[in-house]
Structure formats: C-alpha cells, structure tokens
C-alpha cells in the first residue's frame, strides 16, 4: 500500500494551501480517511476526519478554517486550509482505515508533508 501526499509548503499567515493525499496499491475498502499534525515538541493531533459516508469531523482549533473532503474513485482526501496561523506550522500526515472481506483491517499513514506558516 502507498500512500502519497503533496500540497505542503511555506506559506504567509492568512495565507491557504490545498493538500492531497491518495492512497494505492490496497485491496478492500478504504473507510474513514483523515488528516493528522505534528508540530515540534508535541504529540501528534487529529485535524480533521471524514468517513466514507462523509461524516466529517474537526480539530477545535481549525474549525471553520480548515475543509476536508474526499473523491472515492480516485482514493484521494484534500485538505482546504485557509486562513493559516503560525501555530499551524507542522508535519501534516495523511491517515486511511482500509478493511475487507473477513474482517481484516489495515490503518495507513503517509510520509508526511510539511507546512511552515511565515508571520
């Protein structure tokens, strides 16, 4: 399974970014697909989820910011962020729950994107 992710970058406060992820390679069913960040020093945080039925789910801090939404056919979540902080600088991880037949499943991570915001 690969899990490839782009968007990221240097970006001035206030400023927006649109970051992709998509997911390959996998068989089964990918369900909830999120995105996660790691700032320096601290503990990587959920920042947005979105299942396959497009339940969605934000980060208290990136409400109304921040937009997720997925495309099925192509196994792809973006990521709308706008109206950028500084506290929004860290590494932005891709996330897939992947399960199939039998009750297997997998959870995927990406290798991560980085997004510096400038003051």
């Known amino acids: 399974v690969e899990v490839v992710e782009s968007g990221g970058g240097l970006v001035q406060a206030g400023g927006s970014l649109r970051l992709s992820c998509t997911v390959t390679g996998h068989q089964g069913s990918i369900n909830d697909m999120g995105w996660y960040r790691q700032a320096p020093g601290k503990q990587r945080e959920m920042v947005a989820t979105?299942?396959?039925?497009?339940?969605?789910h934000y980060e208290d801090s990136v409400k109304g910011r921040f937009a997720i939404s997925r495309d099925n056919a192509k196994n792809t979540v973006y990521l709308q962020v706008n109206n950028l902080k500084s506290e929004d600088t860290a590494v932005y991880y891709c996330?897939?729950?992947?399960?199939?037949?039998?009750?297997?499943?997998?959870?995927?991570w990406g290798q991560g994107t980085q997004v510096t915001v400038s003051s």
């Open positions: 979105i299942s396959i039925g497009d339940d969605r």
């Open positions: 996330n897939a729950k992947i399960s199939g037949a039998r009750g297997w499943s997998l959870e995927v």
